[in-house]
């Protein structure tokens, strides 16, 4: 057995290293149960909301068909009940309204592309669009229009009223504020991006106001966006349908009075901020005051109960220590005397020991010689002649002594008398061996060590 090594104990000073736990190798055999539930519930759920999305286009699909016969069915109506010239009026308003849609429709598309507008909104822009140029066909009388009124200069009325429609709303800027055509790059001048959205350009306007630097703005009625600008003009073309107003007394100022205005602001800002920081550091500095003193009164006041708790330890400690020195020396004693004792048990057990000691070893040495005796006596009654087996499975071999080289020739069964031609010259291997006459070979005949016969000589 190979010695075990001692482990080494780590110094109070230095840390135990530890060595790195093995980490066991997951068995490849497939993905685990929960992950193959996993996947087939995600599988299940991509097939449902395919399900519903399907479902949900052949909802709409069926929606718009039900919608364009009901408008066609209301066509054919309206051209049964409706006079030639207001067949004529409708036509002529039907084809204005088309051609503003299609117009229309690339200035959302890019809306649209821009991530400014969303499908939805889109059609509600183009549905309150056609709305507005059917309204202005009515205050046109459009629709009560003679049977003398020719397609082409009627649509091209309609289309400088959908144009002026138009353009009134982009060029319409609040009070206090002129138009400008043009755009200013980027987004909000504040930070805001895309995110400053607003109901009506009056409320951009407010926002722009209320703010001591903002010159201009830029407000889609689109997407309701508007963009505060501290610039007082345009730099750029014309960008979709963003109306940009300035404002007439800052756009007015000079560089550096805008300069001053916001260096004003900014003034006005720190010394808030500085006021503000002030405020808190005073604020902070009354707290830990008073935290300080809080903390001094209760210091002082565990130092006293420390104090008195240190004076009854003393006291429990000296009381402690005379009765353990007490109780040592009662203990001392009577480890002394007990140890006394253990001496002379000690001393008497070992003259028990060595007595027994001696009668064992004599009694040995008397089983001994008699067992030489006996095993003598044996030896010498051992002559060729005639032997009985006592014991099964006899192995006879074709040499005397044990070697790698013997071979066992037979086995001899338990009262198999056979002839023994001639004994060994002493024991070998602990054994006296006998010659047998059939089957020629090797047996042992008694060992001497173990008391053991193997066969009895044949009396005649």
Request: glycine residues 4%; proline residues 4%; aromatic residues 4%.
């Amino acid at each position: 057995r190979r010695p075990r090594r001692r482990r080494r104990r780590p110094s109070a000073g230095r840390p135990r290293s530890r060595r790195p736990r093995r980490r066991r190798s997951k068995p490849s055999g497939g993905r685990p149960r929960a992950a193959e539930e996993l996947a087939a519930k995600q599988a299940q759920a991509a097939k449902q909301a395919q399900a519903a999305k399907e479902a949900q286009v052949q909802a709409e699909r069926k929606a718009a068909e039900e919608q364009a016969a009901k408008e066609a069915k209301a066509r054919e109506e309206l051209q049964r009940t409706t006079s030639p010239e207001q067949q004529r009026a409708n036509e002529l308003a039907t084809q204005v309204a088309r051609e503003m849609r299609s117009k229309v429709e690339g200035v959302l598309e890019e809306y649209a592309r821009r991530e400014l507008l969303t499908p939805p909104l889109e059609k509600e822009v183009l549905d309150k669009l056609e709305a507005q140029v059917w309204q202005r066909a009515d205050d046109l009388a459009l629709r009560n229009a003679t049977v003398g009124i020719e397609p082409a200069p009627a649509s091209a009325e309609l289309r400088s009223v959908a144009a002026a429609e138009s353009g009134a709303g982009k060029s319409m800027c609040p009070d206090g504020f002129e138009h400008m055509s043009g755009n200013s790059p980027g987004w909000d001048h504040y930070g805001r991006g895309k995110s400053n959205l607003l109901d009506s350009i009056r409320q951009c306007s407010e926002d722009c106001a209320s703010r001591l630097d903002c010159v201009s703005f830029e407000y889609s009625a689109t997407s309701r966006i508007c963009n505060l600008n501290k610039v007082g003009s345009p730099t750029l073309g014309q960008d979709l349908d963003y109306t940009f107003c300035a404002h007439k007394e800052r756009s007015a100022m000079s560089t550096a009075e805008l300069a001053v205005v916001r260096q004003r602001i900014e003034t006005q800002q720190w010394e808030a901020q500085r006021r503000q920081r002030e405020e808190e550091a005073a604020k902070q500095k009354a707290e830990r005051a008073a935290q300080k003193a809080q903390m001094l009164a209760k210091k002082k006041m565990l130092e006293e109960e420390k104090k008195e708790e240190k004076m009854k330890q003393r006291e429990e400690e000296e009381a402690k220590r005379k009765a353990e020195e007490r109780e040592r020396q009662q203990q001392w004693q009577q480890q002394q005397e007990q140890e006394q004792e253990r001496k002379q048990e000690a001393l008497r057990a070992e003259q028990e020991r060595a007595e027994k000691a001696e009668m064992e070893r004599k009694e040995r040495e008397e089983a001994e010689k008699k067992k030489q005796e006996d095993a003598k006596k044996v030896l010498d009654d051992l002559t060729p002649g005639k032997y009985r087996i006592l014991l099964n499975d006899v192995p006879v071999s074709n040499k005397a002594g044990r070697s790698r080289h013997s071979i066992t020739l037979a086995h001899l069964a338990a009262g198999t008398e056979v002839n023994v031609v001639e004994l060994s010259s002493g024991l070998v291997d602990g054994r006296m061996r006998a010659k047998l006459e059939s089957p020629a070979g090797w047996i042992s005949l008694y060992h001497p060590g173990s008391n053991i016969r193997f066969a009895e000589k044949v009396k005649e």
